[in-house]
């Protein structure tokens, strides 16, 4: 029994020993170090830990423009979930399995299919020096110095088996298994939503835009103008905001009625009037500010192996700090 507590005490001594001349050589060592090659040491560990995080678990992003008001401000900064529908394998390339897919109301951040990038190397760089940063510094800008829309943050409105049109500006949905339209306002109160909207365009402006689109059909048409054509185009210049969609579909019912006959033109105004059909496995995206968003009324549904992230808090400025809903 001696035996074995003196291989014990000798085992353990020699243990002592290794760690205490092991920690004294790595102090040693230290205090060899130069002092600018510890300081990049230590910034680079701490850019690959911000990498990692900002890649694969929670990334920051400023907000460019108005298209979330009143949910989210111009130059707000948020927190965006990256684990909850996947995280990309790199920067551009490939993505990891997610723990869910994006809801109805979520806000969610994609890329935008709209984006045409400057090269892979390129991209990749930008997105790395973005993370690194959380999103001060963003070298993908425009010939005006603007940054440009790699990424969008909308509200996911709908997903598959769901319909949408657009009425004076106004959404109306038709869920799955559903059959009448049901204005957005109503939807809400029935799913228990809680954002708002904000509308630009009055009531009003959408007389000038009904007969701005009239008199462009005249005049695309050959038509004899009226004399209140050339007022009506004038004063829907004017206007700070415009409603495309609600202007087009006067234009083509013009264009509908004079010829009954062309297949276009019945079949633009149908899409017009009947508005999107959302696939499976795809998001439909459309801003908060409804009058003043580029969004899934212009591209289309959005694929959700596109979509990123999920919103989940404002950072700053810290007056308006708070979860994002």
Do not use: C
Request: glycine residues 8%; hydrophobic residues 40%.
């Amino acid at each position: 029994m001696s035996d074995a507590a003196d291989r014990l005490v000798q085992v353990t001594e020699r243990f002592l020993t290794w760690r205490t001349r092991r920690r004294a050589y790595k102090r040693y060592k230290q205090q060899q170090k130069n002092v600018i090659v510890d300081w990049i040491e230590a910034f680079i560990w701490a850019a690959f830990v911000v990498l990692l995080i900002n890649q694969y678990v929670l990334q920051a992003y400023q907000i460019p423009s108005g298209s979330m008001i009143r949910t989210l401000l111009i130059g707000d900064r948020i927190f965006v979930n990256k684990m909850v529908y996947g995280p990309e394998l790199i920067p551009g390339l490939g993505k990891l399995p997610g723990l869910a897919h994006p809801q109805r109301n979520e806000v969610i951040i994609f890329e935008n299919p709209s984006y045409i990038g400057k090269g892979p190397v390129f991209d990749i760089a930008q997105r790395v020096l973005y993370m690194l940063t959380l999103s001060l510094v963003d070298i993908d800008r425009d010939e005006l110095g603007r940054p440009r829309d790699h990424f969008l943050i909308k509200r996911a409105v709908g997903h598959g088996g769901d319909r949408f049109r657009i009425d004076g500006g106004n959404m109306l949905i038709l869920p799955r298994g559903e059959s009448d339209w049901i204005p957005e306002a109503d939807f809400k109160a029935l799913t228990g939503a809680v954002y708002e909207t904000s509308r630009r365009i009055s009531d009003d402006d959408y007389d000038v835009i009904r007969a701005a689109g009239t008199a462009l059909s005249r005049a695309d048409l050959g038509l004899p103008a009226e004399s209140t054509d050339d007022a009506a185009i004038a004063s829907a210049q004017a206007l700070r905001y415009m409603d495309p969609f609600e202007l087009e579909r006067f234009r083509q019912a013009a264009y509908y009625a004079v010829e009954p006959d062309s297949v276009q033109s019945r079949q633009r105004l149908q899409f017009l009037r009947n508005g999107w059909y959302i696939p499976e496995n795809r998001i439909f995206p459309m801003g908060d500010n409804r009058d003043n968003s580029r969004d899934g009324r212009y591209f289309g549904a959005v694929p959700e192996r596109r979509v990123l992230g999920r919103a989940m808090f404002v950072y700053w400025p810290l007056t308006r700090f708070g979860a994002i809903r």
